[in-house]
């Protein structure tokens, strides 16, 4: 079953995010939660960003000192089986529906979270399945910790 492991937010923008219970998510972006740069982060088309507690796991084996919110993700999923997320696919998180945009290329801001600042290993073009996921918001709502997450 998958489910919200962590909700993460940076009032001032940046990362590391930090631990909520619960968030908002807009149309626009999670609320609570600044993108410094608007370019790259935010709007309808990247409204939130979601990662993998397994991911996350396996990356702390290899030796990185990656946790949730470290990359910048708002939300941290458990359960839910990576190598199937596709641009298109659609779930229900909370009162919240998103649908995914597209992988979410890492840049150097998040070195800290890995040896070597090799921040590429989430690469998608580098390593397929290993990306955090960006989506758009197609109703708003709010979202908790342990939230079921179910595919629409």
Not at 21 to 29: E, H, I, R, T, Y
Not at 53 to 73: F, V
Not at 86 to 92: H, R, Y
Request: hydrophobic share 35%.
């Amino acid at each position: 079953m998958a489910m919200v492991n962590s909700i993460n937010i940076r009032k001032d923008g940046g990362v590391p995010k930090f631990p909520v219970s619960q968030v908002f998510l807009g149309k626009n972006n999670v609320e609570g939660d600044k993108q410094n740069d608007l370019q790259y982060h935010g709007g309808p088309t990247r409204a939130v960003c979601l990662f993998s507690m397994e991911r996350i796991l396996a990356l702390q084996k290899e030796g990185h000192p990656i946790q949730p919110g470290t990359t910048g993700e708002n939300l941290t999923i458990q359960g839910l089986d990576w190598n199937l997320m596709k641009v298109g696919a659609k779930f229900q998180i909370g009162e919240a529906k998103i649908e995914l945009t597209g992988p979410a290329p890492p840049c150097k801001t998040i070195s800290e979270s890995f040896e070597k600042g090799e921040f590429v290993r989430i690469s998608e073009k580098t390593y397929p399945g290993w990306s955090r996921w960006y989506a758009s918001v197609s109703k708003e709502g709010i979202v908790a910790i342990n939230d079921i997450i179910s595919e629409i």
